[in-house]
C-alpha cells in the first residue's frame, strides 16, 4: 500500500506560481509512476502531468506544456509540481497519484491517490 498526502495549493492571481507536494509513504518502491490530475467543479478528472520512476521520462496535457514542471525526489518519497503563468482555467482540485505498473496515461491506470489540494486563480 501507498499513502500520498498533498500540500501546496492555494488562492492565487493570474500570472502567479504555485508548487504542489506530494508525500508518500508506504511501499514507495514499488512506484512505476506517479502523476498529477485535476478536476474542476463540473469536469472530469483530467491528467496534467506524469513521470515514470525509471528514465524519469515525463509527459505533460497541452494546455500546460512550458507553464508547468513535474519532478520527483525519490529521496524525500515526494513529488512535486511547479506551476507558473496560472490561468484562471488551471482552478481545480489537483490529485496526486500513484501507478504500480505501466502505462501511466490514464486515471485507470493509477492504484493509490491522495485526496487533493485546491488550486484557485483569480483574474
Known amino acids: 500500500q501507498v499513502q500520498l498526502v498533498e500540500s501546496g495549493g492555494g488562492s492565487v492571481q493570474a500570472g502567479g506560481s504555485l508548487r504542489l507536494s506530494c508525500a508518500a509513504s508506504g511501499l514507495t518502491s514499488s512506484i512505476a509512476c506517479m502523476g498529477w490530475f485535476r478536476q474542476a467543479p463540473g469536469k472530469e478528472r483530467e491528467g496534467v502531468a506524469s513521470v515514470k520512476t525509471f528514465g524519469a521520462s515525463t509527459y505533460y496535457t497541452d494546455s500546460v506544456k512550458a507553464r508547468f514542471t513535474i519532478s520527483r525526489d525519490r529521496a524525500k518519497n515526494t513529488l512535486y509540481l511547479q506551476m507558473n503563468s496560472l490561468e484562471p482555467e488551471d482552478t481545480a482540485m489537483y490529485y496526486c497519484?500513484?501507478?504500480?505498473?505501466?502505462?501511466?496515461?490514464?486515471?485507470?491506470?493509477?492504484?493509490?491517490w491522495g485526496q487533493g489540494t485546491q488550486v484557485t486563480v483569480s483574474t
Open positions: 497519484a500513484a501507478a504500480n505498473t505501466y502505462p501511466c496515461g490514464l486515471s485507470r491506470d493509477y492504484d493509490y
